[in-house]
Nanobody, 114 residues
């Protein structure tokens, strides 16, 4: 059974930081590209950042320079370090694992507000 479990969301003031974690089980983690998506109320789910199995990364323009995605294959984990948070970053953040199939976590809420 494949499981992706996210954690680390919460309420933070503008300019603050959060670190999201996603731990995977039931998959050969090192073979998968891993990504973070987000979905704000009334909006479509969008890609935030992706890291390939070789470690190369790509980011949405809206988060470049502020967010960093990383992975630890020994821990079956992917992380999203979010700095300089803005109110427009408020969304549910989802972990995604993709190979021949794609798997999703249940999401973790990030709220940026003063």
């Amino acid at each position: 059974q494949v499981q992706l479990v996210e954690s680390g969301g919460g309420l933070v003031q503008p300019g603050g930081s959060l670190r999201l974690s996603c731990v995977a089980s039931g998959i050969a983690f090192r073979l998968y590209a891993m990504a973070w998506y987000r979905q704000a109320p009334g909006k479509q789910r969008e890609l935030v950042a992706i890291i390939s199995r070789s470690g190369s990364t790509n980011y949405a323009d809206a988060v470049k320079g502020r967010f960093t995605i990383s992975r630890d294959n020994a821990e079956n984990a992917v992380y999203l370090q979010m700095n300089g948070l803005k109110p427009e970053d408020t969304a549910a953040y989802y972990c995604n694992a993709a190979l021949s199939m794609a798997y999703w976590g249940q999401g973790t809420q990030v709220t940026v507000s003063s």
